[in-house]
């Protein structure tokens, strides 16, 4: 019996261990800079020299870290950076009311392999950073592993991994090319979207 309580504890452990905790996910404020469902700051289109796409109703931009001003880049640096790791673009998209509801962050890289070598295996700065979520949030909702037919054409396409934590208030999903030949294939993607605001305010009434 000591024994069966014994098991049972180190279950519930495990499980709380590796459980999503969507506590912590959804009272997460992750910018300073901006705010989910406000307006993208005009402060912000002014120093980016960007202009919002608008599609259907609803607003993206697009803005590069290097094109920024020194001074820019300090007042949204929240924008490019995310548990330590550094991001050269990042887009911020609307719905339909011009409410935020989108922040993406992300970067292409070069593996820097030699010609004869194949990385089956994601980047340290990739593996890092979901450790660091994983204990922050605990285990993903979805997981995405490269098969074995991605293996065969690694060196042309890439592989790619994805993971997602999905709660009331926020999805965080962060997916990885990598290893291949082209350095515009090999992109590292982070998205954090608001739930809150990710339909238009008339439809979430209807």
Avoid at 4 to 28: G, I, M, N, P, T
Wanted: aromatic content about 14%; some cysteine; overall charge positive.
């Amino acid at each position: 019996m000591k024994l069966f309580c014994y098991s049972f504890l180190a279950l519930l452990v495990s499980l709380k261990l590796h459980s999503q905790s969507c506590k912590e996910l959804d009272r997460k404020q992750f910018f300073t800079s901006i705010k989910f469902g406000n307006k993208i700051p005009s402060a912000l289109l002014n120093c980016s020299g960007s202009k919002a796409v608008s599609y259907a109703g609803s607003a993206t931009l697009r803005i590069q870290f290097d094109s920024l001003t020194p001074a820019c880049k300090k007042k949204y640096a929240d924008l490019f950076t995310f548990q330590g790791l550094s991001f050269s673009f990042s887009q911020l998209s609307t719905n339909q009311e011009g409410q935020l509801m989108l922040a993406e962050m992300y970067s292409f890289f070069d593996d820097d392999r030699s010609d004869d070598s194949i990385i089956y295996s994601p980047p340290s700065n990739f593996i890092r950073l979901s450790a660091k979520l994983e204990s922050l949030y605990g285990k993903p909702t979805y997981l995405q592993f490269p098969t074995k037919t991605d293996s065969l054409f690694i060196k042309v396409k890439g592989m790619e991994q994805v993971i997602k934590w999905g709660c009331n208030n926020y999805d965080l999903y962060v997916r990885i090319r990598y290893g291949s030949r082209d350095k515009m294939l090999n992109v590292i993607l982070l998205q954090i979207r608001s739930r809150n605001f990710d339909v238009p305010l008339e439809v979430q009434s209807q």
